[in-house]
T-cell receptor, first 113, second 112 residues
Framework: AQTIHQWPVAEIKAVGSPLSLGCTIK??????LYWYWQATGGTLQQLFY??????VESVVQLNLSASRPKDDQFILSTEKLLLSHSGFYLCAWSLGASAETLYFGSGTRLTVL | QQKVQQSPESLTVSEGAMASLNCTFSDGTSNNFRWYRQHSAKGLEVLVS????GEKEEGRFTAHLNRANLHVSLHIREPQPSDSAVYLCAVRGENSGTYQRFGTGTKLQVVP
């Protein structure tokens, strides 16, 4: 069975500090990987997606970047956090571009002060 | 740009009564629709996917799609308190690649 693990569960960070959020998928080789962001009370927005190792496409940047260093790992990061980065970050995977059911992790709650 | 709106924003139903949620979209070429639910700031779980006009049932969850009316709905039969969550529809346009646009969500509360 496939499992998706996100870390950390929650973060409280200062404006201007760096951030790294991670996501690992086990039990599925070469999945499509996604980062989504949900501002408090807002809609879910796709930020990045990746089809293969080393390749990441940006959908909405928000002064964030993403990387896929391994087949099963997806990282979201920034060197300088903004207040507007607060929200709920979700990692997801799908089988491929033509089968878009998304399977989500349990999310990371980020608070920027 | 695709717009996806859901109604109502919130809905309270009694346990056992039918719950009906609505989703309208703006891109008539959309061909891929899913309903997800999200329990209290957790990850989402997919409930039902539908790709052609008509009805698709998955257990107690039934989706109805009418692309001419730019409308997809979700009906929950015999809802239980554990179904209380935010329900999100996701729509993919024909030329959207991997991109799915999520709706604004309906917060459902099922009371005993």
């Amino acid at each position: 069975a496939q499992t998706i693990h996100q870390w950390p569960v929650a973060e409280i960070k200062a404006v201007g500090s760096p951030l790294s959020l991670g996501c690992t998928i086990k039990g599925k080789s070469s999945p499509n990987l996604y980062w989504y962001w949900q501002a408090t009370g807002g809609t879910l927005q796709q930020l990045f997606y990746s089809i293969t190792v080393g390749q990441v496409e940006s959908v909405v940047q928000l002064n964030l970047s993403a990387s896929r260093p391994k087949d099963d790992q997806f990282i979201l990061s920034t060197e300088k956090l903004l207040l507007s980065h607060s929200g709920f970050y979700l990692c997801a995977w799908s089988l491929g571009a033509s089968a878009e059911t998304l399977y989500f992790g349990s999310g990371t709650r980020l608070t920027v002060l | 740009q695709q717009k996806v709106q859901q109604s109502p924003e919130s809905l309270t139903v009694s346990e056992g009564a039918m719950a009906s949620l609505n989703c309208t979209f703006s891109d008539g070429t959309s061909n891929n629709f899913r309903w997800y639910r999200q329990h209290s700031a957790k990850g989402l779980e997919v409930l039902v996917s539908i790709f052609s006009d008509g009805e698709k049932e998955e257990g107690r969850f039934t989706a109805h799609l009418n692309r001419a009316n730019l409308h997809v709905s979700l009906h929950i039969r015999e809802p239980q308190p554990s179904d209380s969550a935010v329900y999100l529809c996701a729509v993919r346009g024909e030329n959207s690649g991997t991109y799915q646009r999520f709706g604004t969500g309906t917060k459902l509360q099922v009371v005993p």
